[in-house]
Structures are given as C-alpha cells and as structure tokens.
C-alpha cells in the first residue's frame, strides 16, 4: 500500500492514476497462445472499445482486466493496484444476457447489493431507481422471460451499475440484439455512463458502435491478439446516432474497416490451410 | 365445420380442444368410465367367480368402509403413510446432497455417477432376505429400502439441475465473488429447483411403490400387507377394496405433492 503510494506521488502528482494499466500480459492455453503481449491504459472515465477478428483473445482480455483469469505473463493494475481477485467496483457485463430467470427485474437488479449484504429496503430503493434509469420502469415484476433480448440486456447493465462502478467491463454486450435495438442501447449505455463517470472497456463486433461510442478504439489483431492500431475519436459528446457521418466519423470507420479486414482475410487463409 | 387437411405434420400440431363434439379431457374420464363399467357388467354377468373378480361397486364400498375401521386406519394406513413419509424426507434431503457434491466434485461425480445410471437396472426388491437376516421385520428394512429405491431418482434429477446452470451465472458468481454457500443458495439452488421438484415428484411415487412392495412381501402389517393377507386367505372383496385403496391413495398423494411443488417451479410462471 505505502510503495503504491508513493509510486503515485513520485510519478504525476497532478494527473491521476489511470483505472486501468496493463503491461506485457500474455495468456496461453496449453499449447494455445491465445493473447499479447498486450499493453493496455484506461484513464478514468474514458472510453475505449476493442474492435477484432473473432477468436483473437478479446474476451480472453476483459476477463483478465475482471480477474476471471490469471494471465500467464505481465503486469496487471487496476486502479493503481495490482490486481490480487474480483473488485467490487468493478462491474462486468456479459454478452448473452446473465439475468437470473427465478427473480423479477427489480430482484435482479439488485442481486449484486444483495451478495455484499446490503440490506433488502436499501437495495430494493436502489434498485428501483437503477431500473427507471436504463428505461425499465414499469417492468419492475416481470420476469426476465417475459422481455425482451434488449430489455433483459437493461437489467444486466443497471445491476452492472447497481454498484457504483469506478470500471465497466462490457463484452459485446449488444451482440446478440438486432441492429436497431442495438442502435439505441449504444445511445441508453451512452447516456448512463455519461452520468456515473466510469472508464469502460467494450468490446464490440461493430464498427459503427465502436466509433459511435468511444474516445478510443484499439484494434486487435488475429490470434495471439496484440493491438495493431489506435483510432482517436474525436466527436463531441453527448453523441447520438447523427455524429456517425461527420466525416471525422467515417474516416475512422474506413480505417479500422482496413485493418479488420486485411487481419480476417488473413485469419481465413490460415484456418483453411491449418485443418 | 369441416377440418382441412394440414400441411404441418400431426405429432406437431397442437392437441385439439375439442374431439368429437367433447372437450378432450373429457375423453380421459370416458374411457376410465366406460372401463370400469365393463368391469362391473362383466363381474355381475356370472361369467366369472366371485374368487376372480368382484364388481367395482363392491370393491369402492368396502374400501370406504376400510376408512371406519379402526384397525386398518391406525394399524395399516397410518403406518404406511408414516413409512412412506419417512422415506421419502430421506431420499429428498440426501438426494440433493449427493448431487450437490458430485456437482461440485468431479472425483465424487466419476465415482457415483456409474451406480446412478444402472441402479435401476438392479431388481431391488430382491434385497430383502438379506434385510430381514440383517435387520429383522420391523420398520427399518422397509425406511432402507424405500429411501435407496427412491433415492436414486432424486440424485439424477437433481444433478441435472445443478448442471444445468449457465456458465454465464457462474461467471457472474466468480465476478461479484460469490461465497460456496452464497452461490449454493441464489444460484445452484434456485436455478436446479425445477428439476429438483421434478424428480421429487417421482421420488415419491417410488418412495409409495417401493413401502407398500416391501410390505407385501417382508411385513407383518401395513397397507401392502392387508392386501397380501386378503389375497392368501382369499378374500376377493378385501383384496380388490385394499387395491383400489392403495391406487386411489398413490394417485391423491401424487397429485397433491405435484400441484405443491408446482407453487414453486419459476418456470412455471
Ligand atoms: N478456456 C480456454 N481454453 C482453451 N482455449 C481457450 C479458452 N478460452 C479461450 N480460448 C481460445 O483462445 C482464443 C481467444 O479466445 P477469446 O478471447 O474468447 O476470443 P474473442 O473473444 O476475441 O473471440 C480462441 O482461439 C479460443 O479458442
Ligand atoms: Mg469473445
């Protein structure tokens, strides 16, 4: 603790530490290299989306940056600290939904309150403000069968949310939407993250998402996935859909297009030649 | 109206409401009905020995009147219902711990797991000389027998359910680090509970089977036992009115136990 803090004092006293700092992280699995070496920062409150040919390691990423997994080599800090298990303010948002079918939105939305004991009033309080926030409201005693892919996708984000996150880490969490729902749960994730101020790590399979979304896309590589490219965003926020065809936005969009492309062609040519 | 032929095939095609100018659950009631009255014409006709068959009449009337008998209330049917009683809380409450710990343990589930698959290929029943050497005629052989008979239903079921969690749930477990009991009750627990309820539901019909088989052949009293004796002494109409007691009784306490658990199956919501 003390070193930490001194390692804070001694480098930038003014800037603040970045939520995220990864250095040199490498994962295998068995004879798979499966990711890295990668080197990664997240400043607080930013947002950087990873684009990239599936099967290169970006999950394989987030849940090491959740400690879900050990990597097999390199540094990992998370808030200035090396990562030692699960942080609490650490939130991680599943892509099929991880919504518990036996409990009513409001119940799973405050799941997580409910594992760290807080009390079930306070809980329940919060969690009702959690659900009007990500538009819910109303679909309090539902159960998750009874909505939708995109409303059930909303509870796992405000139970996400449910414990005042300082890192959300989302993989690919729209992916299994339809384009235009997906559209406006960007916007929804948008919106509510604006509002808590957290950095985010979002993995996406969508170019237009990414861009829409982020101050920073990174573009990963064909496995093992090292970053082979960095694409500021430089829109203003707050962003809605239209900001996609300034021509800063489809600048980027063509960039990363290139890069995911050239890697996936070539990804394509060694699995079929690799059997 | 006339029906149009389909082009989706019938194993698919929802049950109809209506068949043949009746609701179709009432079809069910036809045919139990229309059986029992050839029981009860064939019985009556002459054509058969009151020592084979007794008409239905009869049978339910002296199985009414076995509810005032004192001694087959408390000497019989108590007894039964206790037995039964009994082994069914047993093989419930170990049937779900054994498969919680094999869920949880692959050196458990390597070593159970081959008994569960072929035990029912075992004729059970057969243990019994062996129960009576070791344990006498009392209680116990029947509560051993019952709850291993019983048992195995409960774990197989149960273990389905307990595997049958997403991963997704355990990773979002692992994340909000979750303690062994946490995870045990939000959420192998809830999440098994409809496959649990279900193989409770059999554990208990195997629970009544397996008491009142035992009984028939290994006690000295009890529900099997009265319908044993009547056979021996042949007396057809205490034979028939225990069969149909004991069928009536395993279908009420079927159903009951059913729409009970059914209260608490969220897929059924
Ligand atoms: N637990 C595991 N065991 C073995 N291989 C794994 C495991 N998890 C992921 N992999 C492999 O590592 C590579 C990266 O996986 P992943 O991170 O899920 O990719 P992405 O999310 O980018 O599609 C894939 O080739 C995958 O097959
Ligand atoms: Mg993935």
């Known amino acids: ?275 | 109206m006339k029906a149009r032929s389909s082009v989706v095939p019938s194993y698919v095609r929802p049950t109809p409401r209506r068949v043949a100018g009746l609701p179709s659950p009432a079809w069910t009631v036809v045919l139990v009905a229309g059986l029992v009255v050839a029981i009860e014409l064939y019985a009556r006709s002459g054509a058969v020995s009151r020592l084979d068959l007794i008409p239905v009449s009869e049978m339910v009337s002296r199985s009414v009147e076995l509810l005032g008998d004192r001694d087959f209330v408390v000497g019989a049917l108590l007894r039964s219902v206790l037995l039964i009683c009994a082994s069914f809380t047993a093989s419930a409450v170990a049937g779900v711990a054994v498969a919680y710990v094999m869920a949880r343990s692959r050196w458990v589930h390597r070593a159970v797991k081959p008994y569960v698959n072929v035990f029912y290929a075992l004729p059970i029943f057969a243990l019994y000389p062996v129960m009576v050497v070791m344990f006498g005629t009392g209680v116990v052989p029947i509560i051993l027998l019952a709850t291993l008979f019983s048992v195995v239903i409960v774990i197989s079921n149960a273990l389905v359910g307990f595997e049958s969690a997403p991963p997704i749930v355990t990773k979002l477990a692992l994340s909000l680090e979750m303690s062994r009991s946490q995870q045990l009750r939000k959420i192998l627990l809830p999440s098994a509970l409809p496959d649990i309820l279900a193989g409770l539901k059999l554990g208990l019909a195997y629970a009544i089977i397996a008491v009142l088989a035992t009984e028939f052949i290994l006690a000295t009293t009890g529900l099997g036992q009265v319908v044993n004796r009547a056979y021996n002494n042949f007396n057809t109409v205490d034979m028939y009115a225990g069969i149909v007691f004991v069928s009536v009784f395993a279908l009420l306490a079927n159903l009951a136990l059913g729409a009970a658990l059914n209260a608490f199956d969220w897929r059924r919501r």
């Open chain 1, 1 to 275: 603790m003390t070193t930490q803090m001194k390692e804070k004092r001694d480098s930038a006293p003014t800037a603040p530490t970045p939520i995220v700092q990864l250095e040199g992280v490498e994962q295998h699995f068995g004879p798979v290299h499966a990711l890295g070496p990668v080197d990664l920062t997240i400043g607080r409150g930013e947002f950087v989306s990873i684009v990239g040919p599936s099967g290169c390691g970006k999950s394989t990423l987030l849940e090491i940056i959740g400690a879900l997994q050990d990597p097999a080599r390199g540094s990992v800090e998370v808030d200035g600290a090396p990562l030692t298990g699960p942080r609490r303010r650490t939130a991680i948002v599943f892509q099929e939904s991880a919504t518990l079918p036996w409990r009513t939105v409001v119940d799973n939305v405050a799941f997580a309150l409910e594992v760290r004991g807080i009390g079930r009033k306070e809980r329940r309080e919060r969690a009702r403000e959690l659900v009007e926030l990500v538009g819910l409201g109303g679909f309090e005693n539902h159960y998750p069968a009874q909505l939708s892919g995109g409303m059930r996708q909303r509870v796992a984000m405000a139970r996400a949310m449910s414990t005042d996150p300082d890192l959300i880490l989302a993989d690919e969490p729209f992916g299994a939407l339809d384009e235009q729902t997906r559209m406006l749960m960007a916007e929804e994730l948008l919106r509510v993250v604006e509002r808590i101020g957290c950095g985010v790590l979002f993995i996406t399979h969508s170019i237009q998402e990414s861009v829409l979304l982020s101050d920073r896309v990174l573009v990963m590589g064909r496995r093992p996935g090292t970053f082979i490219d960095e694409v500021p965003i430089d829109l203003p926020r707050p962003r809605m859909h239209a900001a996609l065809s300034e021509p800063s936005a489809t600048a980027a969009q063509e960039r990363i297009w290139a890069q995911i492309r050239a890697e996936a062609e070539v990804a394509m040519v060694a699995t079929r030649s690799t059997p």
